[in-house]
């Protein structure tokens, strides 16, 4: 893991299996190999190929980022670049995304990168986004700058969150899923901005999802000044990312649950 990128492979790599919560047994059978060469990998008794840290990787589904951290950690390049989307040779995934969010059109779409920064949004979404405000006014007052960023936005008192009329109930799902992204990633960086949302979600404790009248998926409702708006959403990433950009790309993309949100996105100015 990033935060583990000063010490040598084996202990990354035995850090990124505890954290997979697999055992040497589990990974060498995921990885098609014995559990004495794990084993020995482990504690430096073997040096692993190139082609033998990415079948670890693989197996212990570690992100592009932080498979480059391995490879030079045993002593190889960095295998997978990373690329700002406006470089030629991103043209056909940022055509993939202008697409994606276009056809989504009239409903909010948005593309996100790691730390949940906002990238791309089409129409439907800067409307979503501006219900409270302008957003980076809004992000302005919480005391951040830069990029909009989505979490934040959300989770604060002076972002959305005193719109989300059912807070209490898509809380910890919100930390459930901060949690796991950040943990995911492996970054230390991540992890330490994550917890500051969370605590700026729920500080000091956590709240547990209501049991009764499960729905097929949790909305997200929201009320401002007599609008009230039921949406859920479908996350999206590339299916073969070779590029780290890619690698870490989320688009989100929204739906209504009732007629009255659909009616409101489809004719905002009725």
Not at 53 to 63: C, F, G, K, T, W
Not at 144 to 150: F, S
Not at 225 to 241: A, D
Not at 249 to 261: G, H, I
Request: charged share 20%.
């Amino acid at each position: 893991m990033t935060s583990a990128s000063a010490h040598n492979f084996q202990h990354i790599c035995r850090q990124w299996r505890k954290f997979r919560k697999l055992s040497q047994l589990d990974l060498a059978l995921a990885a098609n190999v014995s559990q004495r060469h794990v084993s020995w990998l482990e504690t430096g008794r073997s040096h692993p190929s190139r082609d033998m840290v990415e079948r670890l990787s693989d197996a212990m589904d570690i992100p592009l980022r932080e498979r480059n951290v391995l490879l030079q950690a045993a002593g190889y390049a960095a295998a997978y670049s990373e690329t700002e989307l406006d470089e030629p040779i991103m043209a056909p995934v940022l055509d993939a995304l202008n697409r994606v969010l276009q056809h989504h059109d009239p409903l909010p779409a948005i593309v996100i990168d790691r730390y949940w920064n906002v990238k791309k949004t089409n129409q439907a979404a800067d409307l979503l986004l501006s219900i409270g405000g302008d957003p980076q006014v809004l992000q302005g007052k919480m005391g951040a700058a830069g990029e909009l960023n989505l979490a934040l936005l959300t989770v604060h008192p002076q972002g959305l969150r005193p719109y989300i009329a059912n807070w209490d109930q898509v809380l910890p799902s919100i930390i459930r899923r901060l949690r796991s992204e950040s943990l995911a990633f492996g970054d230390l960086g991540i992890q330490e901005q994550f917890a500051q949302y969370i605590e700026l979600a729920a500080p000091g404790e956590e709240s547990e999802p209501s049991s009764s009248n499960l729905l097929p998926v949790l909305p997200l409702e929201l009320s401002i000044n007599g609008l009230e708006l039921s949406l859920f959403s479908i996350i999206s990433t590339f299916g073969t990312p070779q590029d780290i950009t890619t690698d870490e790309l989320r688009v989100e993309t929204f739906y209504p649950t009732d007629a009255k949100t659909e009616q409101f996105f489809r004719n905002p100015g009725v």
